[in-house]
C-alpha cells in the first residue's frame, strides 16, 4: 500500500509538470549562427547546415562539400512574483551559461542530388532555484541528428527530404503536485531519457531572379523516456523507483519568402505552426504498479520571423532581425520551472569570408516577456512571471573542392 500511494504522488507530479515540453521552442526558433543573425528567418534561404533544421531542400544551396561546426550559448534569467499570506514575494532563477553544439556536413553527388547529416539541439531551456522553493529544477531538451537529401528538379524547384533521430531528457525536483495541487510535505527528483523518431520534407521554389518562396514541414515525436524518481516525505528518502513515459514533441509547419533586391541584400520572412494541441494525453509508469494517463491542455502556438543580410564587402557581411512567438503552455498548468510567455526577440549578427574555403559567422538574439498568471482554483502558481533570453551563436564552416 505504502508503494502505491507513492507511486501515485510520483506519477501526478510527473504528468504535470512535464508541460515543460510546450516551452522548449526557443524564443527565436533559431539554429545555426547566421539564422540567429536574422532571428530566425531562413526556411527561403538556407545556405549552410541550418537547412537540417529549417529546410532539408536548402542543401541544393550548398554548392560544395561542407562541414559547419559551431556552439551556441543561452543565459536564461527568470523572476516570478507572487502573494503569500499578504506579502508580496519573489523569486530568481539561478543564472548559468546553457551549451548546446551544432553542426553539419554536406556534399553534392552530382548536379541534382546532395546528401548529408546535421546535428542540432532545439530544445535545451530550463530554470533552476536555490534555497527554500517548492520547485526546484525542471529541464526538457531535444537533441537531434538529421540525416537528410535534396533533389534539385530544375533550376527554379528543389525539394527535400530528412531523418529525425531524437535524444531527449528530463529533469524534474521540487514539491510533489496531485493534479493541479502542489503538496509541499513531499517532493521528488525524476530523470528519464529517451530517443524518438521522426521526419521532414521541404521545398524551395524560385519565382524569378529576386523572389523565392520555401515551405517546410516537420513531422511530430514522440519520445519514450525511461528513468528514476526519488520521492521524499517530510525530508526523509522514500526509496527509488524505476520510471517510463511518453512525451510529445510538436510537429511543425513553416512558410518563408525571400526577396533579394539587388546582389547585397537579402531579406527573408517567416511563419512557423507547432501543433502543441495534438498532444491530448501524457501517459507514465510508475515501475510495475500503475500506468497514468492524464489529459493536456496545450495550445499551438506560433512564431514569426523577419531578418536582413547585407554584404558590405567580398568579405564581410551584417545580419540583423526581429521576431516573435506565442505560448503553448496554458496559464494554469505555467509553473516556474515552465515559465512560457508570448515575447518578440531582436538579433544581429555577423558573417566574415577571409578566402573562398574558410566562412567565420556571430549570431546573437535576446528575447523576453511576461505573463500574469491569475489566482484561480485550480492553477498551479499564480503569480507575475518575467522571462530574459539571450542566445550566443558562433560557428566556422570549411568548404572543400573546387
Known amino acids: 500500500m505504502k508503494k502505491i500511494t507513492i507511486a501515485v504522488f510520483m506519477l501526478v507530479l510527473l504528468t504535470v509538470n512535464s508541460a515543460i515540453a510546450g516551452g522548449v521552442n526557443r524564443v527565436s526558433g533559431s539554429v545555426g549562427p547566421r539564422a540567429m543573425g536574422m532571428c530566425g528567418a531562413q526556411i527561403a534561404d538556407p545556405v549552410d547546415a541550418s537547412a537540417f533544421y529549417y529546410n532539408p531542400a536548402g542543401l541544393s544551396n550548398i554548392k560544395r562539400t561542407s562541414l559547419q561546426l559551431g556552439m551556441e550559448s543561452i543565459i536564461a534569467e527568470g523572476t516570478y512574483q507572487w502573494s503569500e499570506c499578504g506579502r508580496e514575494l519573489s523569486k530568481n532563477s539561478e543564472g548559468g551559461i546553457i551549451p548546446l553544439p551544432f553542426g553539419g556536413f554536406s556534399t553534392r553527388l552530382n548536379d541534382r542530388l546532395t546528401i548529408g547529416a546535421g546535428w542540432h539541439v532545439v530544445g535545451g531551456l530550463g530554470s533552476k532555484y536555490d534555497g527554500d522553493f517548492p520547485w526546484k529544477e525542471g529541464m526538457l531538451s531535444l537533441t537531434s541528428l538529421v540525416p537528410a537529401m535534396a533533389y534539385r528538379v530544375n533550376n527554379e524547384l528543389s525539394v527535400g527530404l530528412s531523418l529525425n533521430i531524437g535524444y531527449a531528457q528530463f529533469i524534474n525536483a521540487g514539491s510533489l503536485q496531485l493534479g493541479n495541487f502542489r503538496l509541499d510535505m513531499a517532493s521528488m527528483e525524476a530523470e528519464a531519457d529517451g530517443i524518438g523518431l521522426g521526419g521532414g520534407i521541404g521545398i524551395l521554389y524560385r519565382l524569378n531572379d529576386q523572389w523565392t ?187 572543400f573542392g573546387g
Not at 222 to 251: C, D, I, N, Q
Not at 287 to 313: P, V
Request: with cysteine; charged share 20%; hydrophobic share 35%.
Open 213 to 399: 518562396v520555401g515551405a517546410s514541414y516537420s513531422l511530430p515525436m514522440e519520445v519514450r523516456l525511461k528513468g528514476s524518481t526519488k520521492p521524499e516525505l517530510l525530508g526523509l528518502p522514500l526509496g527509488k523507483y524505476g520510471m517510463t513515459a511518453s512525451v510529445y514533441f510538436p510537429g511543425r509547419l513553416g512558410l518563408g519568402l525571400k526577396f533579394e533586391p539587388n546582389n547585397r541584400l537579402r531579406i527573408l520572412a517567416d511563419a512557423n505552426w507547432y501543433d502543441y494541441s495534438a498532444a491530448k494525453q501524457m501517459t507514465a509508469k510508475i515501475g510495475e504498479l500503475l500506468e497514468y494517463g492524464q489529459k493536456l491542455n496545450w495550445h499551438d502556438n506560433f512564431s514569426f520571423h523577419l531578418g536582413a543580410e547585407y554584404e558590405l564587402t567580398e568579405k564581410w557581411l551584417l545580419r540583423s532581425g526581429v521576431c516573435w512567438h506565442t505560448a503553448a503552455i496554458p496559464r494554469e498548468t505555467t509553473t516556474p520551472t515552465a515559465p512560457e510567455v508570448d515575447g518578440p526577440g531582436i538579433s544581429f549578427g555577423l558573417g566574415y569570408r577571409p578566402n573562398d574555403n574558410l566562412d567565420f559567422d556571430l549570431g546573437y538574439t535576446y528575447g523576453w516577456g511576461k505573463r500574469e498568471v491569475e489566482k484561480h482554483f485550480g492553477f498551479l502558481a499564480p503569480g507575475k512571471y518575467e522571462v530574459d533570453v539571450h542566445v550566443i551563436s558562433a560557428g566556422v564552416t570549411w568548404k
